[in-house]
């Protein structure tokens, strides 16, 4: 088992900025004349997830860990939150159909996994852009670090749920709606101690996917990273069937902790993943 927590948080970090349009690229000298600027909000906590709308680059998305879910029409100038009288403050995952950007889907539960962590109250939905919200289930999920919407169809919807992260639990796994989230059913399973931490799209067939799951455990005094279960997975039927990846060439022996991946948007054979490892990496 692997006992990193600073170096499981970096990974978090990592794992959680949206890296795939980052990785592989060379920096160039615009880049470099590139500076950070904070644009808010600044009463809306840790910032655990961020989404913006395809072919509207004014709007963006941001749960916080205990803000709820923000909205920016004018590119980051103000932020108004959404989801106040809705549902709790800590926030997962944030995502917006591609196919029909009114419609968002939400997840509960920061993933960042410290000395204060917040559980979440499950998935929530918005068809009108975040002016009105429904609770669609996974209740007892506790946390949701990733969220995907089919890019064609905004009722196929997949959960990544990391579960309890005190005890073991069989809420965990990768959870399928194909209904809008009027229901769901669990496609993949790891143990009942590692819970499912990141999902990526292929970008040509969406019947193809890409998961992870992560085995971690929090106590009042302790934090452990790492062992079975933490593994990356892949499926070619929509999630109905799933298979390891860890005993393929070129990744590293066990034990693993968390994982990330993505996959390229102009090369779908093309497949990045950062590993919690003591050999790991990208």
Known sequence: MIR????????????????HFALGQSTTVLEEGLEFRCIGPFR??????????????????????????????????TWENISDGY???SMGAVAVSPSHPNILYVGGGEVTVRG???PGTG?????????????IGL???RHIPRVRIHPRDPDIVYAAVLGDL??????????????GGATWKRILFANERAGAVDLMFDPVNPEVLYASTWNVRR?????????????????????????????NDGLPEGPHGIIGVTVSPVNPDRVWAIIENENGGV
Do not use: H, Q
Not at 5 to 19: E, G, P, T, V, Y
Not at 44 to 68: H, K, L, Q
Not at 123 to 135: C, F, H
Not at 231 to 243: M, P, Y
């Open 116 to 118: 204060n962590v917040s």
């Open 166 to 179: 005190f005890k073991d639990s069989e809420e965990r796994g990768v959870y399928k709606s194909t209904d």
């Open 44 to 77: 809306g906590g840790r910032s655990a997830a961020v989404t913006g709308v395809e072919n509207d680059p004014m709007i963006f998305y941001m749960g916080a860990t205990g803000g709820g879910v923000w909205k920016t029409t004018n590119g980051g100038t």
């Open 219 to 247: 106590t009042p005094y302790d934090f452990s990273s790492g062992g079975p279960g933490s593994e990356l997975w892949k499926s070619e039927d929509g999630g109905a069937t799933w298979t390891s990846l860890m005993d």
């Open 4 to 19: 990193s927590a600073s170096f499981a948080l970096l990974a978090a970090a990592c794992l959680f900025s949206d890296i």
């Open 123 to 135: 998935m929530y939905k918005s068809i009108d852009g975040g002016r009105s919200w429904s609770a």
């Open 87 to 89: 549902f709790g403050g």
């Open 139 to 141: 209740i007892n999920s």
